[in-house]
Each structure stands twice: as C-alpha cells, then as structure tokens.
C-alpha cells in the first residue's frame, strides 16, 4: 500500500522484484503524475490493482498493465487521466474479473475496442464517471460480461450501435441508471437479460422488442414501457437466473410469475396499456367529430365575415363562438393524427408525446376552446336576456363596443387559464389526451376546482337568463316581437344543449378533483369523444346552418363566384321585402285599408281602379269609391321582382 508518497512517476519495473504480491494500493497521492510503460507487469499472483485519490495522475501509458493472468480487480478513481485507460493487454484468466473506473472527470469517451483482451473470463464493469459522453461502437468485443454498469454517469448520453456487437455468448446485466442516455442500441441486446434504467429520464424510446430476446426483468423509469412487455413470453433459464439474482431474491414470486417477464414500474390509471384511442370504434368517432367540427366552424366563420351585412352584435357573438369550437376541432384532429402515427406501439411514443409541445399545445387548445366557449355562450345569454327585457328600450341595447370589450376579457381569462398548466400549475402531460388531470399538488388541485366553479357559475347564470325569458315570453302583457322570442327559442336549445353534453364531464370532473376518481382514463377517452365535443359539431348546425339567414348569406356568397344565381336572387328580394319594419334602401309601403277594395298607385305610374265603383286618376292623382280608399307609395328600393308588401308593422285599418 502506498499512500500519502512524494512519488511523481511509477516507472518500468516498479513491482518486478515482488514477485509474490497479491494486491498494490496506490491511495492519496497528490504527486503522482503518470504510469510508464510496464509499470504493471508480469506479476503472476497479483489480483487486485487500485489507484485512487491520485488527482495529479494525468498519464498512463497503454503497455502499463500487461501480462496479470491472475488479476481479478482493477480499479481506477479519482484522477485526473484524460483518455480511458488501455486495458487489452491484461489478459487475465480468472473466471470473473471486475473493471471500476470511478470518478475521473476528465475521461468523455469510451473508444472502441477498449475492454478486448481484458479477460476470457466474465466481466463485470463499472463506469461511473459524470463528464462520459461517449460509448463507441464495440467496447465489449471479445468478452464475456456478467454486469455492464454505467449508472450515475449522468453526462453519459450516446452509446454506439454496435458498443455491444462482438459480445461472446453470455447473458449480462445493463444499468444504465441516472444517465442522460437517449437510445440504446439496437445490435448486442439479446445478450441482456435485465436491463435497469431508473431515472435514465432522456431514454424515452426503447428499440424493437425484438431485440431483448433473453429478457427476463426490467426496471424502467417509465410506466408506459412496461407495455412493450405487456403479456410477452420471458426467456428459457429466467426462473433460475431471476432466483440468482441477489436483488430479486427478497421478492416473492409465485410460478406463475415467471412465465412473463418481470418489468417495474407498472402502468398506472392514468396510463393505461392502450393506443391513444383505445380501441377502434372510438379512433373512427373521433374522426368522424372532428372533421365535422373543423368544417363546420369554419364554413360559419367563413359566410359570418365575408357577409356584406353588418356584424351585428349576435352574429359577433356566433363567430367567436364558432372559432372557440374550430379550436376544439383541431385538437381533436391532432389527437386523431398522432394516434394514426403512433397505432400499435403508442408505448414507445408515449413520453416523447406527453412531455413535448404537441400535446402542450392540444391541452392548451383545448382549454381555451372549452372555456371561451362557455364564456361566450354565457355572454350570448345574457345580451339575449338584456335585449328581450328592453325590447322597447333602444337605448338599453348592447352595442358592438360593449360586446367587443365584454369578448376581450372572455379571450384573457381563457388565455390564462389555458397557459397556466404551462406554468407549472397542473400539467397536460399526466394523460395521453393531453388534459389537465395532475391534481397532485394543492395548487393544480385549485386550478382544477377553480375551472370546473367557473363552469358551474356560467351554468348557473343561463339557467337564471332563461328562466326569465321564458317567464317574459309566457306573458301576454309583454309585447315581445316574434324576431326576437325566436332567438331567444334558438337560443336555449343551443346553450342546453352544450351543458348537455358537458355535464357528464363536468360531473366526473368533480369527483376525480376530490380524488374520488369513478371512471379510469380509457373511459375518460369515451367521454372526451362522445360528449366533450360535440358541441362544437352541433353549434354551427343550431344557430347558423339551420336558420334562414345562414343560408340566405351562403347562397348570396356563392352567387359571387357564379353559383346559385337565382337562388340568390330570390334571397336578395326576400331581404328587400321583408326586413326590419318597411325600411330597406329608402324604400317604405304603406296601405290604408276602408270598407271597400279600391286603391291608387302614386309612383307616377298612372292610374289604378278602384274596386266597388271607383274613378281613376293620372300622375300623382287618385281615384277612389264609396267604399274606401287605397294608396301605395314605392321608393328607390323597388326590384325587379315584383312590388314591395306592407310589413305587418305599417298597416292600419
């Protein structure tokens, strides 16, 4: 043992003399720079080599330890060695030989064919060195290795395809543990028969399963792994090799156990062993909802601003609505698209998806879809209910200022509470449906209750709007135009209908906040695709596809590119002749009505007889009857298509 010597160097020949020694210590040595060739050499009965606490050693030459047939340990810790030192002339005979490189910050590489000619026996070794980058393409070649140990190397993030190519026949263990590896490789892995890989936190993808053909254990960082293991076959020999395994021999396994390989961390509630839609029916429906919610929404939004009407404060409302529901299409669409991609091995994927910006980016869709929509349903209900209660107040109504800063506030507080699991504060990553479910700390557990009060709250405050209306509507003494009583009618369906479809959700939303979980995550998917969505598929079918002036815009946007001419002219001619009371482009009609049936055109048109006996007339003049007496009066606003009638508004008697 040498420790604490003023020795710079270990020269050639340092040991020759002790022919019979069994064990060299070199520990604590500050001075020591460097081992020269042969340093180690020809020592027949030496077994165990360790140099540690050396922090000056810089140097050891590649011929330094040569010819140790009886050495069985050699470890290297603490140094200050640039390059992984050269052990292929070992050549060591004992049936099992341990190799230790600890702790030298300065080695960032493990070169090929590094460990060959180390041992024909078993090797275990060990790397624990934090600054290792590196692992070249066949480190292993020649051996036989019982324990391949590289946990802690928390640097160590690549390891070549072929680092383990050239393994001899022989099972070994792999850790890889607290590493920054990203891949393992493909070639040499059916060797493995336990792979250990806690908190190796960058290794989100596991190579073909195929390649673990003698696998009999697993510890993994990931739950959704353990599915690549779901159900399959261990290796012949595991029973044996599982029970001689010191750190499973405390565990209790019955028979049965062994027929299947053993894999930990096993998957949870909130990661099922299932594609992202679990099974196909629902990978058609959410398909078929989220395409008709993206071309619904957009074909609204599209005929709402190309309409060369004014954007009233209703068809302002409906547009913002339609985009809030065009997002939840698309974040159906993107969680339809991925699970096309990752079908039938979504395990592999799982990580890389839950952690990364897509699914950051569909839970924040989604969030801010459902909430905005909400928000904007709830303001459609109360502009509703202000404009029915001051019907004959013009000066009550909402304006367009008033609903464009009411709408801004609604986009804000959507915006925040999309970002905020962004933040930290609960997380889309819990889930493979990207929602906001991590209720684990008291902050993400207010997130949750906070956005399910707000929903309840809207909830509440339509049920109130329309309870009103409908009380208004019911009174004969309240003079309510039918223009109005109709949206209001349209109204309602449209806003219980949503709540309809959110009220299951919102119902198990609610235990599983108070951790009183029903349901598990594949019935969730379920909920998410059969009522969470619908929604935005049939809103624009409530309030626009469905009423006439939808569909009058449409067919006088399509008359622009040459389609639908007529029909649009028709439509055109409606707008004229039936619009709000008699007033359309300076046209107005007014009929006064007698006992009789006589009447008189004013237009400059000449005269008109009157029924009953009655005298006609010319330019601006009038004819009449005993009976009564008629007058019509056209403007600039006359059509083609025939007079205007009097509007039930302008008529007396």
């Known amino acids: 043992v040498l420790m604490n010597t003023v020795i710079e160097r270990v020269p050639s020949g340092a040991f020759s003399r002790l022919r019979n020694v069994t064990k060299i210590d070199i520990l604590v040595s500050r001075h020591l720079r460097s081992l020269e060739a042969m340093s180690f050499s020809r020592l027949s009965q030496l077994q165990d080599i360790e140099i540690r606490n050396a922090n000056r050693l810089v140097y050891i030459h590649r011929d330094a330890f040569h010819e140790l047939p009886s050495l069985r340990f050699l470890g290297i810790a603490n140094t200050a060695i640039e390059c992984f030192p050269h052990v292929g002339k070992i050549q060591s005979t004992v049936l099992s030989f341990i190799l230790e490189i600890l702790d030298n910050p300065m080695i960032d590489l493990i070169p090929a064919n590094a460990l060959q000619g180390l041992s024909s026996g078993s090797l275990i070794f060990k790397e624990h060195t934090e600054e290792v980058g590196r692992i070249s393409e066949f480190v292993m070649a020649g051996n036989l290795p019982d324990l391949?140990?590289?946990?802690?190397?928390?640097?160590?993030?690549?390891?070549?395809?072929?680092?383990f190519s050239g393994i001899q026949e022989n099972s070994f263990i792999l850790d890889v543990s607290r590493t920054s590896v990203r891949s393992l490789p493909r070639?040499?892995?059916q060797h493995v028969w336990k792979l250990m890989a806690n908190a190796a936190w960058h290794l989100k993808q596991l190579p073909p399963m195929g390649s673990f053909s003698s696998l009999c254990s697993a510890?993994?960082?990931?739950?959704?792994?353990?599915?690549?293991?779901?159900?399959?076959?261990?290796?012949?020999?595991?029973?044996?090799?599982?029970?001689?395994?010191q750190e499973l021999q405390n565990e209790s396994f019955t028979s049965s156990d062994f027929d299947l390989v053993q894999c930990a961390p096993e998957p949870d509630a909130f990661n099922p062993c299932e594609d992202l839609m679990g099974h196909q029916l629902l990978r058609l429906s959410v398909w078929f909802v989220s395409v008709l919610a993206v071309l619904g929404n957009s074909i609204v939004i599209l005929v709402i601003l190309s309409s060369r009407y004014k954007l009233a404060v209703p068809r302002f409302l409906m547009c913002n609505l339609a985009f809030a529901d065009l997002c939840m299409g698309v974040y159906l669409l993107t969680i339809a698209s991925f699970d096309v991609y990752t079908r039938g091995e979504y395990h592999n994927h799982a990580i890389d998806w839950q952690t990364g910006l897509g699914c950051r980016l569909a839970g924040f869709l989604t969030v801010f879809s459902s909430e905005l929509s909400v928000f904007t349903l709830t303001v459609i209900t109360v502009e509703r209910w202000h404009t029915?209660?001051?019907?004959?107040?013009?000066?009550?109504?909402?304006?367009?200022?008033?609903?464009?800063?009411i709408m801004a506030s609604a986009w804000a507080l959507a915006l925040v509470l999309a970002a905020l699991p962004l933040a930290g504060i609960s997380s889309y990553s819990k889930v493979?449906?990207?929602?906001?479910?991590?209720?684990?700390?008291?902050?993400?557990?207010a997130y949750v209750q906070l956005i399910l009060g707000l929903n309840i709250l809207a909830f509440l405050v339509i049920c109130v709007c329309y309870a009103h209306i409908y009380s208004t509507v019911r009174n004969p003494s309240y003079n309510l135009g039918s223009h109005d009583a109709k949206i209001a009618k349209r109204m309602a369906v449209l806003i219980f209908t949503d709540f309809t479809c959110m009220a299951p959700i919102s119902f198990f939303a609610i235990l599983a906040a108070a951790k009183l979980p029903l349901i598990t995550v594949s019935h969730t998917k379920i909920l998410l695709v059969l009522f969470y969505p619908l929604n935005a598929c049939a809103n624009p079918l409530l309030y626009a596809i469905f009423t006439k002036s939808f569909r009058r815009d449409v067919f006088i946007l399509l008359s622009r590119v040459g389609l639908c001419e007529r029909r649009a002219q028709r439509h055109r001619g409606q707008v004229v002749s039936g619009g709000h009371p008699g007033l359309h482009n300076g046209s107005v009609t007014v009929i006064i009505r007698g006992g009789g049936g006589g009447s008189q055109d004013l237009n400059g048109g000449g005269g008109a007889s009157g029924g009953g006996g009655g005298g006609g007339g010319g330019d601006g003049g009038c004819g009449g009857s005993g009976g009564g007496l008629g007058v019509k009066m056209a403007g600039v606003g006359a059509v083609a298509s025939g007079w205007l009638r009097a509007p039930r508004g302008l008529s007396w008697s």
């Not at 510890?219 to 395994?245: E, V």
């Not at 493979?432 to 557990?445: R, V, W, Y």
């Open 148 to 163: 391949l140990d590289l946990h802690n190397n928390d640097r160590l993030w690549a390891i070549g395809e072929d680092a």
């Open 432 to 445: 493979s449906i990207c929602l906001p479910m991590d209720i684990e700390t008291l902050p993400s557990q």
């Open 187 to 189: 070639h040499g892995l």
């Open 219 to 245: 510890n993994l960082t990931y739950p959704s792994h353990c599915c690549a293991f779901w159900h399959r076959k261990a290796a012949q020999g595991c029973h044996a090799d599982i029970y001689m395994d």
């Open 388 to 405: 029915i209660i001051y019907t004959m107040r013009l000066d009550r109504k909402v304006s367009s200022a008033q609903a464009v800063t």
